[in-house]
């Protein structure tokens, strides 16, 4: 069983960036999509990207973070990585990382989830 720890949140200003890592053990994620999903208080678990691991590693954004945020793979580290540009306010939320979901998009399909890393954006 893959088992994911995040970590890289922070507290940032506007305008900042961090980088998010999800680092596996128990299983290579090479072999896994990978999504990240965030979740601010009061609101639901939205979407942000994922990475698939068939169709060469295709990148997938939600509208609100495309152009600023950037997923990619490091297999020899089993990790995986979310770039964050030009932070705003509306970026902070609890970021998570999952693995193995059926649809890239949907955290349901998720069987494998770590627990989070906070990113808080100051305007």
């Known amino acids: 069983q893959v088992q994911l720890v995040e970590s890289g949140g922070g507290l940032v200003q506007a305008g900042d960036s961090l980088r998010l890592s999800c680092a596996a053990s128990?299983?290579?994620?090479?072999?896994?999509?990978v999504g990240w999903f965030r979740q601010a208080p009061g609101k639901e678990r939205e979407f942000v990207s994922a990475?698939?691991?068939?169709?060469?590693?295709?990148?997938r954004y939600s509208d609100s973070v495309k152009g600023r945020f950037t997923i990619s793979r490091d297999n020899a580290k089993n990790t995986v990585y979310l770039q964050m540009n030009m932070l705003k306010p509306g970026d902070s939320a609890l970021y998570y990382c999952a693995a193995g979901g059926a649809a890239y998009d949907l955290a349901t399909t998720y069987p494998y989830w770590g627990r989070g890393t906070q990113v808080t954006v100051s305007s």
């Open positions: 128990g299983g290579a994620l090479s072999t896994y999509g």
């Open positions: 990475i698939t691991w068939r169709n060469r590693n295709t990148t």
